[in-house]
């Protein structure tokens, strides 16, 4: 049984390259502070735009970038129902209307579910 049992390295995934050979991405270390003072750094490429805020990996807590620029809050678009789109392609008269269509249609059996159709008065078995 030994010699046909499976042999490997372990369950996952693991790379068996090293890195010799490998040059690595110039990068910088960019440091944060929460409000409560916990200081915290972030590694991030030469290239990369700096954000001012960062949430700490091990608090959660947003930090702001140490010796940098306020950061603007973005202007928020106001939350818009589906009630107000609506309302921006039609007018309640008109949404009215084709409700009154529609309904029409519905009552006669042309759309809709069957089960919502209106069917003959239903005869009295004796």
């Known amino acids: 049984?030994?010699?046909r049992s499976l042999r490997g390295?372990?369950?996952g995934t693991q790379s068996f390259e090293d890195e010799r050979g490998v040059e690595m991405a110039p990068r910088q270390e960019i440091e944060y502070v929460t409000e409560n003072g916990r200081h915290f750094v972030v590694?991030?490429?030469d290239e990369a735009d700096i954000?001012?805020?960062w949430e700490d990996p091990r608090t959660g807590q947003v930090g702001r970038l140490v010796n940098g620029e306020a950061v603007?809050?973005?202007a928020e678009k106001p939350v818009r129902s589906h009630w107000d789109m609506l309302l921006e392609r039609r007018s309640v008269d008109e949404l009215e209307e084709i409700l009154t269509e529609r309904l029409e249609l519905l009552r006669a059996g042309e759309?809709?579910?069957v089960h919502l159709h209106r069917r003959g008065k239903a005869k009295k078995s004796a």
Do not use: T
């Open 43 to 45: 590694v991030m490429a």
């Open 51 to 53: 954000p001012g805020e």
């Open 1 to 3: 049984m030994a010699e």
């Open 9 to 11: 390295a372990r369950l």
């Open 72 to 74: 603007e809050k973005k």
């Open 111 to 113: 759309i809709g579910p």
